[in-house]
Nanobody, 123 residues
Framework: QVQLVESGGGLVQAGGSLRLSCAAS????????MGWFRQAPGKEREFVAT????????NVADSVKGRFSISRDSAKKTVYLQMNSLKPEDTAVYYC????????????????WGQGTQVTVSS
């Protein structure tokens, strides 16, 4: 049973930073892609960042490029989303996901999801 548990969300002022964590368990993830998505109230779920578990390639959305980065610690089976220079428009519930489609950017291409963690950026 695959389980993804996000943590690290919270309230931060504009310009600040947060690091989200996604602890993965239930299988070996070496062949999997890990992704971060977000969903603001009244909006569709939006791709944020993705990486192959091998760590050889990453991709981030244009809206967060240069501010957000994705990484992982294999020993801890944890994926991170480092968020810098946060803006009020980054306010959303952030979800971690995993699937077999390499560097997928569409939510439908992911098979397993975490419960989400709230990020609120105040102006």
């Amino acid at each position: 049973q695959v389980q993804l548990v996000e943590s690290g969300g919270g309230l931060v002022q504009a310009g600040g930073s947060l690091r989200l964590s996604c602890a993965a368990s239930g299988r070996t993830f070496s062949s999997y892609t890990m992704g971060w998505f977000r969903q603001a109230p009244g909006k569709e779920r939006e791709f944020v960042a993705t990486m192959r578990w091998s760590g050889d390639s990453t991709n981030v959305a244009d809206s967060v490029k240069g501010r957000f980065s994705i990484s992982r610690d294999s020993a801890k089976k944890t994926v991170y989303l480092q968020m810098n220079s946060l803006k009020p428009e980054d306010t959303a519930v952030y979800y971690c996901a995993t699937g077999l489609v390499s560097l997928a950017t569409r939510s439908a291409e992911y098979d397993y999801w975490g419960q989400g963690t709230q990020v609120t950026v105040s102006s």
